[in-house]
């Protein structure tokens, strides 16, 4: 699976986009998941409250199944302005 990160993520995290092989059933299993991979990974994903997730460029829950899910965007709320 594809996953992006974007904004302040992709800072914290130290890479715009990875491919990893993951168990999560939704994307909030993917996010804990992820929490474990290393201490910026964690850090990034400390503060849920801050993130927004989309599934196949659609706008999702955390709560969302990932089956057949190609690709998972993470991303800080968007403003407008």
């Known amino acids: 699976m594809d996953l992006r ?8 995290i130290g ?3 990875e491919v990893v092989e993951t168990d ?3 994307v909030a299993e993917l996010i804990e998941e992820l929490k474990g991979r290393s201490d910026a990974h964690a850090y990034a994903l400390s503060d849920l409250k801050a993130v927004r997730a989309a ?7 955390f709560d969302t199944p990932l089956k057949d899910a190609r690709e998972v965007a993470l ?3 968007m403003t407008g302005g």
């Not at 990160?5 to 914290?12: D, G, K, N, Q």
């Not at 599934?55 to 829950?61: A, S």
């Open 24 to 26: 999560a059933t939704t």
């Open 75 to 77: 991303f800080p709320p």
């Open 55 to 61: 599934v196949d460029q659609t706008l999702v829950d």
């Open 15 to 17: 890479t715009a986009h």
């Open 5 to 12: 990160y974007f904004a302040w993520l992709r800072e914290r």
